[in-house]
């Protein structure tokens, strides 16, 4: 764990929140590579949720809500953890308007989920959809944990990416089951390590106010085994409690019929997915007699795809010949490339491995008579010349 928290503060992913200022619990800012990282998993979640589905509306709510939202829910009631004996709500609390007015006592949202439920009649409105649909948002949540700890795992302020999913009462099983699996298929595709996840399935008195059936999708860290997202059946407990119904308009025979749909709820927080999937990639061997660490991130998560290099940075026309004709065309076709021309070519893999960078092309003097680079492999190191003409079509293919 301690590796994985120097590599992201030295290589530019994580710092500490307000550090300068000695820092502040539970509170982390994000540097260039790590928002890179965040984005493409957020990326790859709302591709696969959102875009590639017919039955989807996304959306993004105010963090600021009306109190009574968070009244309705149950949560100024039961967002509580223990503390000295007593419970202590875990909710945020602001104070919106200026004091002159009256001042009214608000919460920065703990999670996504009502920004949906408090939209579900406008997307009904907008969008006519037919029972089953879904809700996607991603977006930051707030909770005034008693106790922040285990870097991103147990934040103040962190982000979810959160689904809810209407589906008539009687069908909850079965979507339930469905979206089990595809939680599991996004771990997987987006390069979470599937040994160290582990299903519990959560025993009545330890499920949140909300829940009939809750699992939670657990992870082996370095700090023991918890969660890392979740899967809950929410029943029509919100709908009803904000006082929301379906009208099937769509269907022949009971058409104006209102219902209630209840509601499956996939939840995934962003800043342990990032966690988890550095954890995963975190490999260390060894490269020509020398001890290396590098992140093992599959080509379209990684926050660099490749990065291009003269061999030596003070031979203007290699590194006019790496600027011009392979730098500056990979960077407009892919965006996230990187230029590195510090220290000698042994440094400059070490470096782009620990960022995760799968490609490190490389111009050389060869390269100003035929025009071909070499192109370094991360996990095997291998190196294979290629025609700078080719380099677009080489990367496509493998990204
Ligand atoms: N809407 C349901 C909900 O909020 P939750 O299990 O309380 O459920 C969902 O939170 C996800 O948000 C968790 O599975 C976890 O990934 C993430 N999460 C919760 N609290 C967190 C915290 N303090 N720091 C970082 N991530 C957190």
């Not at 990065?307 to 065309?329: D, G, H, I, Q, R």
Request: charged share 30%; net charge negative; hydrophobic share 35%.
């Amino acid at each position: 764990m301690e590796k994985v928290v120097s590599l992201c503060k030295r290589r530019g992913f994580i710092f500490p929140g307000s550090e300068i200022y000695g820092g502040f619990a539970g509170t982390y800012d994000w540097g260039h590579f790590g928002l890179a990282l965040k984005n493409n998993i957020k990326q790859s979640w709302w591709k696969k949720f959102v875009d590639s589905r017919r039955d989807m509306y996304g959306m993004d709510a105010a963090i600021l809500m009306n109190p009574k939202v968070w009244e309705a829910t149950g949560h100024v009631a039961n967002f509580a953890d223990p503390l000295d004996g007593k419970q202590f709500n875990t909710m945020l609390k602001t104070s919106v308007g200026a004091e002159v007015d009256e001042i009214s006592v608000s919460y920065l949202r703990p999670e996504t989920a009502q920004g949906m439920f408090v939209n579900f009649k406008n997307t009904v409105d907008a969008f006519h959809p037919k029972l089953p649909f879904g809700m996607a948002q991603i977006g930051k949540a707030f909770r005034n944990e008693i106790a922040p700890r285990d870097f991103l795992f147990r934040q103040r302020e962190f982000e979810q990416m959160e689904i809810e999913y209407f589906v008539k009462g009687e069908e909850w099983e079965k979507y339930f089951e469905y979206w089990r699996g595809e939680m599991l298929e996004w771990m997987e595709e987006v390069g979470i390590d599937m040994n160290k996840v582990h299903e519990l399935e959560v025993p009545d008195a330890d499920r949140a106010h909300y829940s009939k059936r809750t699992i939670d999708f657990e992870f082996d860290y370095p700090f023991g085994r918890k969660e890392l997202f979740g899967l809950a059946y929410r029943t029509d407990f919100d709908l009803k409690n904000h006082k929301l119904e379906y009208i099937d308009e769509a269907n022949e025979q009971n058409r104006g019929e209102k219902t209630i749909p209840h509601v499956i709820e996939p939840t995934f927080g962003v800043d342990r997915a990032v966690l988890v999937l550095i954890l995963s990639s975190y490999m260390e061997d060894e490269k020509d007699g020398e001890a290396r660490s590098y992140l093992k991130l599959k080509p379209n998560i990684a926050p660099v795809i490749c990065a291009v290099s003269p061999l030596l940075k003070n031979k203007p026309e290699l590194v006019e010949y790496a600027n011009t004709k392979v730098y500056a065309p990979l960077k407009a076709e892919f965006g996230r490339v990187a230029w590195d021309d510090n220290g000698n070519i042994g440094k400059r893999y070490r470096r782009q491995d620990e960022v995760g960078t799968p490609w490190c092309i490389v111009v050389d003097f060869d390269t100003l008579t035929d025009d071909t680079v070499t192109v370094r492999e991360r996990d095997s190191g291998e190196q294979e010349r290629i025609k700078v003409e080719n380099l677009k079509k080489y990367l496509k293919e493998r990204i």
